[in-house]
T-cell receptor, first 115, second 111 residues
Framework: KAGVTQTPRYLIKTRGQQVTLSCSPI?????VSWYQQTPGQGLQFLFE???????NKGNFPGRFSGRQFSNSRSEMNVSTLELGDSALYLC??????????????FGPGTRLTVL | GEDVEQSLFLSVREGDSSVINCTYT??????LYWYKQEPGAGLQLLTY?????DMKQDQRLTVLLNKKDKHLSLRIADTQTGDSAIYFC???????????FGTGTRLLVSP
């Protein structure tokens, strides 16, 4: 079974621009979560989608948004980029859809650099 | 509250055992996880333990959970240089598809 894939792997943008990152979960997985990893803040939860609905959201500004498609693929968007948005963005997929926690498998991440 | 703490660094010699420790605060955690991250890579799930278990063994990995003290540890037997990486513990938050991660422990294995 193929793992979680994320595209692109690397991205360079300038302040004020917007960016869209993509994540394809493991086949059969319907839950997709996004995390931001920075040296200063560590790994922080952004949001989680299941069946095209956002179920949980972390403590991030509204510039961070996401969506999930009917095939479970997910995208996250960051508008009006700031230098502090430079990070590794990780996507994780899971199986359970009841709201109970299940095991999450991570993709390789997208490294975003904001200049 | 949600807070997970780990020591930042551990150095061992090849062939020794490594023990990485973690403390968490949320008593409603259902699962606790250990992930490994190598340079430039994502997170690799190593193992996990359900909150009503005390111990889980998986080949070279042994997880111990002390729920009373909210303490989790990962023991790696016969540590190899390929085990050098950052290890994260994470707790799941009951009812939420969300993980709260520790700061990560950098394990350095020298020959």
């Amino acid at each position: 079974k193929a793992g979680v894939t994320q595209t692109p792997r690397y991205l360079i943008k300038t302040r004020g621009q917007q960016v869209t990152l993509s994540c394809s979960p493991i086949s059969g997985h319907r839950s997709v979560s996004w995390y931001q990893q920075t040296p200063g803040q560590g790994l922080q939860f952004l949001f989680e989608y299941f069946s095209e609905t956002q179920r949980n959201k972390g403590n991030f500004p509204g510039r961070f948004s996401g969506r999930q498609f009917s095939n479970s693929r997910s995208e996250m968007n960051v508008s009006t980029l700031e230098l502090g948005d430079s990070a590794l963005y990780l996507c994780a997929s899971g199986t359970r859809g009841t709201g109970a926690t299940d095991t999450q498998y991570f993709g390789p991440g997208t490294r975003l650099t904001v200049l | 509250g949600e807070d997970v703490e780990q020591s930042l660094f551990l150095s061992v010699r090849e062939g020794d055992s490594s023990v990485i420790n973690c403390t968490y605060t949320d008593s409603s955690s259902t699962y606790l996880y250990w992930y490994k991250q190598e340079p430039g890579a994502g997170l690799q799930l190593l193992t996990y333990i359900f909150s009503n278990m005390d111990m889980k063994q998986d080949q070279r990995l042994t997880v111990l959970l002390n729920k009373k003290d909210k303490h989790l540890s990962l023991r790696i037997a016969d540590t190899q240089t390929g085990d050098s990486a950052i290890y994260f513990c994470a707790e799941s938050i009951r009812g939420f598809q969300k993980l709260v991660f520790g700061t990560g422990t950098r394990l350095l294995v020298s020959p």
